[in-house]
Protein backbone atom coordinates (compact mmCIF):
# COMPACT_ATOMS: atom_id res chain seq x y z
CA UNK A 1 0.00 0.00 0.00
CA UNK A 2 2.74 2.47 1.14
CA UNK A 3 4.32 1.86 -2.10
CA UNK A 4 1.40 2.04 -4.38
CA UNK A 5 0.87 5.76 -2.68
CA UNK A 6 4.13 6.73 -3.48
CA UNK A 7 3.77 5.69 -6.47
CA UNK A 8 0.00 7.85 -6.78
CA UNK A 9 2.15 10.40 -5.18
CA UNK A 10 4.76 10.71 -7.56
CA UNK A 11 2.35 10.39 -10.83
CA UNK A 12 0.55 13.07 -9.15
CA UNK A 13 3.76 15.30 -8.62
CA UNK A 14 4.82 15.00 -12.42
CA UNK A 15 1.66 15.88 -13.69
CA UNK A 16 1.42 18.70 -11.21
CA UNK A 17 5.07 19.64 -13.17
CA UNK A 18 3.68 19.23 -16.18
CA UNK A 19 0.89 21.33 -15.84
CA UNK A 20 2.76 23.89 -14.18
CA UNK A 21 5.04 23.77 -16.89
CA UNK A 22 2.42 24.27 -19.51
CA UNK A 23 0.83 27.08 -17.48
CA UNK A 24 4.14 28.66 -17.69
CA UNK A 25 4.28 28.29 -21.27
CA UNK A 26 1.29 29.84 -21.50
CA UNK A 27 1.80 32.33 -19.52
CA UNK A 28 4.70 33.47 -21.60
CA UNK A 29 3.41 32.89 -24.58
CA UNK A 30 0.52 35.67 -23.41
CA UNK A 31 3.27 38.14 -22.27
CA UNK A 32 4.99 38.08 -25.39
CA UNK A 33 1.81 38.70 -27.02
CA UNK A 34 1.12 41.70 -24.60
CA UNK A 35 4.85 42.97 -25.62
CA UNK A 36 3.69 42.61 -29.34
CA UNK A 37 0.30 44.18 -29.03
CA UNK A 38 1.84 46.55 -27.10
CA UNK A 39 4.47 48.09 -29.54
CA UNK A 40 1.82 47.92 -32.41
CA UNK A 41 -0.20 50.33 -30.08
CA UNK A 42 2.41 52.84 -30.05
CA UNK A 43 3.59 52.31 -33.85
CA UNK A 44 0.21 53.06 -34.30
CA UNK A 45 0.00 56.07 -31.83
CA UNK A 46 3.59 57.49 -33.59
CA UNK A 47 1.42 57.23 -36.81
CA UNK A 48 -1.17 58.87 -35.62
CA UNK A 49 0.93 61.71 -34.59
CA UNK A 50 3.07 61.45 -37.82
CA UNK A 51 -0.57 62.25 -39.42
CA UNK A 52 -1.09 64.64 -37.46
CA UNK A 53 1.34 66.57 -37.73
CA UNK A 54 1.21 68.93 -41.43
CA UNK A 55 4.64 69.18 -41.74
CA UNK A 56 5.44 64.99 -41.11
CA UNK A 57 2.32 64.31 -43.85
CA UNK A 58 4.48 66.66 -46.17
CA UNK A 59 7.47 64.91 -45.50
CA UNK A 60 5.50 61.29 -46.17
CA UNK A 61 3.83 62.85 -49.02
CA UNK A 62 7.36 63.65 -50.48
CA UNK A 63 8.63 60.82 -49.64
CA UNK A 64 5.78 58.58 -51.66
CA UNK A 65 5.79 61.07 -54.68
CA UNK A 66 10.01 60.56 -54.65
CA UNK A 67 10.14 56.67 -54.75
CA UNK A 68 7.12 56.58 -57.35
CA UNK A 69 9.24 59.20 -59.40
CA UNK A 70 12.44 56.60 -59.12
CA UNK A 71 9.99 53.76 -60.31
CA UNK A 72 8.71 55.50 -63.76
CA UNK A 73 11.10 57.83 -64.98
CA UNK A 74 15.03 57.98 -65.37
CA UNK A 75 16.95 59.82 -62.50
CA UNK A 76 18.48 62.37 -64.37
CA UNK A 77 15.06 63.20 -66.01
CA UNK A 78 13.37 64.30 -62.51
CA UNK A 79 14.55 66.71 -59.42
CA UNK A 80 13.37 66.98 -55.94
CA UNK A 81 12.98 69.94 -54.10
CA UNK A 82 13.35 72.15 -56.92
CA UNK A 83 14.39 75.78 -56.33
CA UNK A 84 12.83 78.17 -58.88
CA UNK A 85 13.55 81.69 -59.62
CA UNK A 86 11.53 83.23 -57.42
CA UNK A 87 13.05 81.48 -54.73
CA UNK A 88 9.97 79.02 -54.01
CA UNK A 89 10.70 75.41 -53.55
CA UNK A 90 8.36 73.09 -55.41
CA UNK A 91 8.47 69.29 -54.23
CA UNK A 92 9.51 68.09 -57.76
CA UNK A 93 9.87 68.80 -61.54
CA UNK A 94 10.57 66.50 -64.27
CA UNK A 95 13.27 67.94 -66.60
CA UNK A 96 11.06 67.50 -70.51
CA UNK A 97 13.58 69.01 -73.39
CA UNK A 98 13.45 72.77 -72.61
CA UNK A 99 10.56 72.64 -69.75
CA UNK A 100 10.00 71.91 -66.08
CA UNK A 101 7.00 69.88 -65.19
CA UNK A 102 6.17 70.89 -61.17
CA UNK A 103 4.89 68.77 -58.86
CA UNK A 104 4.07 69.51 -55.40
CA UNK A 105 2.66 66.92 -52.78
CA UNK A 106 -0.43 67.92 -50.51
CA UNK A 107 -1.87 65.84 -47.97
CA UNK A 108 -5.14 67.63 -46.41
CA UNK A 109 -6.12 65.99 -43.84
CA UNK A 110 -6.95 68.37 -41.16
CA UNK A 111 -10.96 68.00 -41.47
CA UNK A 112 -10.96 65.02 -43.48
CA UNK A 113 -13.67 62.36 -42.37
CA UNK A 114 -14.98 64.84 -39.62
CA UNK A 115 -18.51 64.87 -38.50
CA UNK A 116 -19.69 68.16 -40.12
CA UNK A 117 -16.61 69.52 -41.01
CA UNK A 118 -16.93 68.88 -45.06
CA UNK A 119 -16.59 72.44 -45.97
CA UNK A 120 -13.95 73.22 -43.81
CA UNK A 121 -12.39 70.22 -45.76
CA UNK A 122 -13.17 71.44 -48.91
CA UNK A 123 -12.32 74.67 -47.83
CA UNK A 124 -8.38 73.63 -47.04
CA UNK A 125 -8.09 71.72 -50.30
CA UNK A 126 -9.01 75.03 -52.53
CA UNK A 127 -6.16 76.54 -50.69
CA UNK A 128 -3.96 73.84 -51.48
CA UNK A 129 -4.40 73.90 -54.77
CA UNK A 130 -3.70 77.82 -55.07
CA UNK A 131 -0.41 76.93 -53.18
CA UNK A 132 0.22 74.56 -56.03
CA UNK A 133 -1.08 76.71 -59.00
CA UNK A 134 1.83 79.32 -58.10
CA UNK A 135 4.32 77.11 -58.95
CA UNK A 136 3.35 77.57 -62.62
CA UNK A 137 5.76 80.46 -63.43
CA UNK A 138 6.90 81.55 -67.03
CA UNK A 139 9.86 82.89 -66.04
CA UNK A 140 11.20 79.20 -65.48
CA UNK A 141 10.24 77.78 -68.14
CA UNK A 142 7.15 75.50 -66.69
CA UNK A 143 4.28 74.03 -68.19
CA UNK A 144 1.09 76.09 -67.69
CA UNK A 145 0.15 73.82 -64.85
CA UNK A 146 1.25 72.02 -62.35
CA UNK A 147 0.37 68.87 -60.77
CA UNK A 148 -0.63 68.46 -56.97
CA UNK A 149 0.03 64.98 -55.43
CA UNK A 150 -2.27 63.28 -52.94
CA UNK A 151 -0.52 60.70 -51.55
CA UNK A 152 -3.89 58.81 -50.50
CA UNK A 153 -6.07 56.80 -52.19
CA UNK A 154 -9.16 57.48 -49.89
CA UNK A 155 -8.67 61.26 -49.84
CA UNK A 156 -8.30 61.11 -53.86
CA UNK A 157 -11.60 59.55 -54.42
CA UNK A 158 -13.60 61.59 -51.90
CA UNK A 159 -12.51 64.84 -53.94
CA UNK A 160 -13.54 63.33 -56.88
CA UNK A 161 -17.05 62.94 -55.61
CA UNK A 162 -17.53 66.22 -54.59
CA UNK A 163 -16.37 67.40 -57.91
CA UNK A 164 -13.66 69.45 -56.73
CA UNK A 165 -11.72 68.86 -60.20
CA UNK A 166 -13.17 71.36 -61.79
CA UNK A 167 -11.92 74.35 -59.81
CA UNK A 168 -8.74 72.43 -59.83
CA UNK A 169 -8.38 72.72 -63.38
CA UNK A 170 -9.71 76.82 -63.08
CA UNK A 171 -6.20 77.17 -61.45
CA UNK A 172 -4.57 74.98 -64.02
CA UNK A 173 -3.99 71.96 -61.38
CA UNK A 174 -4.23 68.62 -61.90
CA UNK A 175 -5.17 66.98 -58.83
CA UNK A 176 -3.57 63.00 -59.10
CA UNK A 177 -3.03 60.09 -56.87
CA UNK A 178 -0.11 57.31 -56.88
CA UNK A 179 -2.53 55.24 -59.25
CA UNK A 180 -3.73 57.80 -61.38
CA UNK A 181 0.08 59.85 -61.80
CA UNK A 182 1.61 56.79 -63.77
CA UNK A 183 -1.36 57.64 -66.23
CA UNK A 184 -1.64 61.21 -66.30
CA UNK A 185 2.54 61.38 -66.73
CA UNK A 186 2.22 59.48 -70.00
CA UNK A 187 -0.64 61.68 -71.40
CA UNK A 188 1.05 64.50 -70.71
CA UNK A 189 4.42 63.17 -71.81
CA UNK A 190 2.94 62.18 -75.16
CA UNK A 191 1.67 65.38 -75.32
CA UNK A 192 4.29 67.37 -74.97
CA UNK A 193 5.94 64.98 -77.72
CA UNK A 194 2.97 65.75 -79.87
CA UNK A 195 3.89 70.00 -79.56
CA UNK A 196 7.43 69.63 -79.95
CA UNK A 197 6.69 67.08 -83.48
CA UNK A 198 4.40 70.16 -84.58
CA UNK A 199 7.28 72.90 -83.75
CA UNK A 200 9.84 70.67 -85.47
CA UNK A 201 7.46 70.10 -88.52
CA UNK A 202 6.96 74.26 -88.83
CA UNK A 203 10.42 74.99 -88.65
CA UNK A 204 11.15 72.19 -91.38
CA UNK A 205 8.61 74.24 -93.51
CA UNK A 206 9.57 77.24 -93.32
CA UNK A 207 13.13 76.06 -93.67
CA UNK A 208 11.63 74.22 -97.23
CA UNK A 209 9.67 77.26 -97.97
CA UNK A 210 13.19 79.12 -97.97
CA UNK A 211 14.98 76.81 -99.99
CA UNK A 212 12.52 77.18 -102.39
CA UNK A 213 12.69 80.40 -103.13
CA UNK A 214 16.79 80.48 -103.17
CA UNK A 215 16.38 77.76 -106.07
CA UNK A 216 14.17 80.02 -107.69
Known amino acids: ?5 VQMTSEHMRNNSQLVADVSSKLASIEHSQRQVLGLTQ ?8 FKNPKRR ?8 AEQLREILPAASFEMQYRMGNGAIVDAVIHFQDMHIPIDAKFPL ?11 FMRDVKLRIDETSQYISPFDDTTPFVFMYVPAEGVME ?18 VSPI ?7 TVLHGLNALIIEQKTKEILVQLSTLNTQFQ
Open 1 to 5: DVSQT
Open 43 to 50: QLQQLDAI
Open 158 to 175: HLLAEDIIHYAFQQKVIL
Open 180 to 186: SFFAYLQ
Open 58 to 65: GIVGEFIL
Open 110 to 120: ENFSKEGREKE
